[in-house]
């Protein structure tokens, strides 16, 4: 059994036929080098990366907005956050200079924390408008205030000011100085703050047995209960301080500890301050 497909074309038709197959077989490069340029953000702005690479200048936030590492709501222009221990932000610097950290005001530098300044192993808090560093850290862990090479623990070239406090000296104060307004005084750490000399501060002589100057020293005798008086006759001997009329107690100079008089034997501790 055989089958005939006769098909039947009009001349218009068959010239049509000839001139495409014409087309096709001179210019095939038209078919597959046309070139279409499209513009478009790719891959989109919005989404989740799992990755995300620039190999160029990479502008965040340009028109406002937060950037958050670590948090997909950050309280301010940057922040970085994450619960696992020791991590933090690495400022890596393997060139020769300083690793810095710039704080500017409209533009201007004010403040830099550089690393390796002013030199290597050194940290400094650097004031820009001043053209110093206020502090530095040097390799020692010697800390230098108003100098870039400190030789002590606390190194300070210039002055020191030291404010008055009211606390007690005890063991949590053992080693402070303070300012009474007219005297340094130092803790350590019991009994009352002493003075350092050249003031009037009160200075815990009960276990000293030299004589009392009534002339260039003052005493004060502290009874155990806390309070405290002022004697009323000084001898190089002993100290006496009246109550009232016919009540007294006298400390004597070898045995400041004691008190003895008209009201009883106290345990006491005797203090002096002298000009």
């Given at each position: 059994?055989?089958?005939?497909?006769?098909?039947?074309?009009?001349?218009?038709?068959?010239?049509?036929?000839?001139?495409?197959?014409?087309?096709?077989?001179?210019?095939?490069q038209i078919l597959y080098s046309e070139t279409l340029t499209l513009t478009t953000y790719y891959p989109s702005p919005y989404g989740g990366y799992a990755k995300l690479l620039t190999t160029d200048l990479?502008?965040?936030?340009?028109?406002?907005?937060?950037?958050?590492?670590?948090?997909?709501?950050?309280?301010?222009?940057?922040?970085?956050?994450?619960?696992?221990?020791?991590?933090?932000?690495?400022?890596?610097?393997?060139?020769?200079?300083?690793?810095?950290?710039?704080?500017?005001?409209?533009?201007?530098?004010?403040?830099?924390?550089?690393?390796?300044?002013?030199?290597?192993?050194?940290?400094?808090?650097?004031?820009?408008?001043?053209?110093?560093?206020?502090?530095?850290?040097?390799?020692?862990?010697?800390?230098?205030?108003?100098?870039?090479?400190?030789?002590?623990?606390?190194?300070?070239?210039?002055?020191?000011?030291?404010?008055?406090?009211?606390?007690?000296?005890?063991?949590?104060?053992?080693?402070?100085?303070?300012?009474?307004?007219?005297?340094?005084?130092?803790?350590?750490?019991?009994?009352?703050?002493?003075?350092?000399?050249?003031?009037?501060?009160?200075?815990?002589?009960?276990?000293?047995?030299?004589?009392?100057?009534?002339?260039?020293?003052?005493?004060?005798?502290?009874?155990?209960?806390?309070?405290?008086?002022?004697?009323?006759?000084?001898?190089?001997?002993?100290?006496?301080?009246?109550?009232?009329?016919?009540?007294?107690?006298?400390?004597?100079?070898?045995?400041?500890?004691?008190?003895?008089?008209?009201?009883?034997?106290?345990?006491a501790r005797t203090y002096r301050r002298c000009w």
């Open positions: 059994m055989s089958i005939k497909i006769q098909s039947q074309f009009s001349r218009k038709q068959t010239f049509l036929f000839v001139l495409t197959l014409l087309f096709l077989w001179l210019y095939p990479t502008v965040l936030a340009r028109d406002g907005g937060r950037v958050g590492v670590g948090t997909a709501s950050p309280g301010n222009i940057l922040e970085i956050r994450s619960s696992q221990d020791g991590m933090g932000l690495d400022v890596n610097n393997t060139g020769a200079g300083a690793s810095k950290i710039r704080f500017k005001r409209n533009g201007a530098s004010k403040w830099t924390i550089a690393d390796g300044y002013p030199a290597s192993g050194y940290l400094s808090i650097f004031n820009n408008s001043a053209s110093k560093a206020a502090l530095v850290v040097d390799q020692t862990n010697n800390i230098g205030i108003g100098t870039e090479s400190p030789k002590a623990n606390l190194d300070v070239a210039g002055n020191i000011k030291i404010s008055a406090n009211s606390s007690v000296c005890d063991a949590g104060h053992a080693g402070e100085i303070r300012w009474t307004g007219t005297d340094f005084e130092g803790c350590k750490g019991s009994g009352d703050w002493q003075s350092l000399g050249g003031g009037l501060g009160w200075e815990d002589i009960t276990t000293d047995t030299a004589p009392f100057d009534g002339d260039r020293c003052e005493y004060r005798w502290k009874c155990v209960n806390g309070q405290h008086f002022y004697p009323t006759n000084v001898r190089p001997n002993f100290i006496m301080m009246d109550y009232s009329a016919g009540n007294y107690q006298i400390v004597r100079s070898v045995n400041k500890a004691r008190s003895s008089g008209d009201t009883g034997t106290f345990a």
